[in-house]
């Protein structure tokens, strides 16, 4: 389908970037989306805002403000829901401008789906912390019902866990919020829950990938193999603009950095980054099978995408995923000459196989341009700001990539809903929609299907009858006598094939 709009901005000024997406676990069609927000671009003066959706992201609404109680704004929003359809947004509180002084961990609960919020709670007080990120453990393990924050404050992996929805925060054991993992300078830490309710954190420390793990809820925590060291960071590599030192791309003037993100399917764990060791941004990712006890991948990682890809084409911020089908799924930024200008696409990688390879395929559907309405640090004028990290989760329905983008001549919010498989040449008309219909019967057994901007419901169905359906759908497709009904016949076997291989995976997890 075609790139949805998320925000709607009224000026210039109202420019976003740095999103967060998240999907009530218990309700696909319920959709949070935060971002930060700008005031005035040119001063460098910004908070954060919420948008919500109702009907699993075709349509989108403004939240209510967020109070910001004696700061002027926050920063750095993540978002996760609980068990019991609290959603949670975690933010770095500041004071700005003209510089950006950071006061603590805020945290804001909606008790509406995101369309309203609570009143902050500061967690933690320090003037270093940034880079928050926060996951809820919703499913059916022994703490569900949690949520976890980690951060870095400059010098420390710090941590923090609601255990009666929010009400109050402590850290590990009886530590109060902001007890200290790791203390070797860790740079914007991410955080995972499995469906067994293991917490994965993930961050990078110099030139490497770190990790550690907690069994217990979060009462405690252990370090486990490093899932990658040697790895080349672009902060350590581009050459920084001065005076200040932020890198940036060639060609490109916003600030970037390698920051780690990951993803849990049962025993599969991954953690992904943008890498310069080719003299080029390339996404780099290591595996593990076992939780994270060991990595199936070299000790430096290995690349995402296989086989010749353009030299002038830089991919950076991935964002990596599993759906609830542990189909793994990574969007990063392609940053390069398109024609003959520097554009940005979104790209998804997806794996059917446990991450052992990645297809690709680009989802905007148009490039857009970073030059666009950009805001500009005051600490730094020459490196603009399309954020650092932007928004990925994943439901039965499909991906939901949410990018800043400036088609519109401001800098919005947009996302697209990627199905869960090889993607594919669908027909246009009727055809495409029945096509599409059976396509997703085959591919996630029913369920919601987003067909035409409309939701369908289809009754589920198990992988051997996904198979037979898929195999009669290529047959019906004969009939059709032109090339509307080759496309299809192709479209079908192609995805009775993922259905298959996907089966394979799970029974060699399962022997």
């Known amino acids: 389908m075609a790139n949805i709009q998320v925000t709607r901005g009224a000026s210039p000024n109202d420019a976003r970037s740095e999103s967060s997406l998240a999907i009530n676990p218990n309700n696909p069609l319920q959709l949070v989306a ?22 699993a992201g075709i349509t989108w609404h403004d939240s209510a403000n967020l109070a910001t109680p004696d700061w002027t704004g926050v920063s750095d929003p993540a978002l996760a829901w609980d068990d ?26 909606s008790f509406d789906g995101g369309q309203t919020w609570s009143a902050p709670s500061l967690i933690h007080a320090s003037a270093e912390d940034e880079k928050p ?22 010098v420390s992996l710090r941590f923090a866990r609601t255990l009666d929805h929010g009400i109050t925060w402590i850290g590990i054991g009886t530590d109060p919020a902001g007890s200290i993992l790791a203390s070797d300078t860790p740079f914007s830490p991410e955080i995972n829950v499995a469906a067994d309710g293991t917490i994965y954190i993930a961050w990078t ?6 990790m550690m793990v907690s069994s217990d809820g979060g009462n405690s925590f252990h370090p486990v193999a490093s899932p990658a060291t040697g790895i080349t960071t672009l902060e350590s590599s581009l ?5 200040h030192g932020w890198p940036v791309l060639p060609g490109g003037t916003f600030r970037v950095f390698t920051l780690p993100t990951a993803c849990v399917s049962g025993q599969t764990v991954l953690v992904a980054w943008a890498d310069y060791r080719e003299g080029v941004s390339r996404i780099y990712y290591a595996l593990s099978t076992n939780g994270g006890a060991g990595w199936d991948t070299p000790p430096s990682g290995r690349p995402l995408l296989t086989g010749a890809l353009a030299a002038n084409q830089q991919h950076f911020h991935p964002q990596i995923i599993a759906n609830p089908k542990g189909v793994i799924g990574c969007a990063f930024y392609e940053f390069g000459p398109k024609a003959s200008t520097y554009l940005i696409d979104v790209i998804m990688a997806q794996s059917f196989d446990g991450g052992v390879s990645f297809n690709r395929f680009t989802v905007t559907d148009r490039p857009w341009d970073p ?6 640090s005051l600490v730094d004028p020459i490196a603009s700001f399309i954020g650092e990290y932007f928004g990925l989760d994943a439901s039965t329905n499909g991906f939901y990539p949410l990018w800043t983008d400036t088609r519109t001549g401001i800098q919005e919010l947009w996302m697209d809903i990627v199905p869960p498989h090889p993607q594919v040449e669908v027909p ?11 396509f997703g019967i085959i591919q996630d057994g ?9 939701l369908v419901h289809i009754s589920p169905w198990g992988p051997e009858l996904d198979i037979l359906l898929g195999v009669a759908i290529q047959r019906i497709a004969t009939l059709v006598a032109n090339p509307e009904g080759v496309k299809i016949q192709k479209a079908a076997m192609t995805m009775v094939t993922s259905v298959a291989h996907q089966e394979i995976g799970r029974l060699e997890v399962n022997r």
Request: charged fraction near 20%.
């Open 133 to 154: 990120w926060v996951a809820g453990d919703a499913g059916s393990s022994a703490f569900h019902g949690r949520v976890y924050a980690a951060w870095d404050d400059g």
């Open 239 to 243: 050459p920084p603009w001065k005076p």
């Open 205 to 210: 420390a110099g030139s490497e990938i770190k």
């Open 371 to 376: 030059t666009i309405d950009a805001p500009v």
């Open 34 to 55: 935060a971002s930060r927000k700008c005031k005035d671009i040119a001063a460098y003066d910004f908070t954060s805002a919420t948008v919500y959706s109702t009907d």
């Open 428 to 438: 246009s008309g009727i055809y495409g929609q029945v096509a599409q219909i059976l």
């Open 446 to 454: 029913g369920g919601d299907e987003i067909v035409g901007g409309h």
């Open 84 to 109: 019991s359809g609290n959603i949670f947004l975690v933010c770095a509180a500041i004071r700005n401008p003209p510089a950006i002084d950071y006061v603590g961990i805020a945290v804001y609960r």
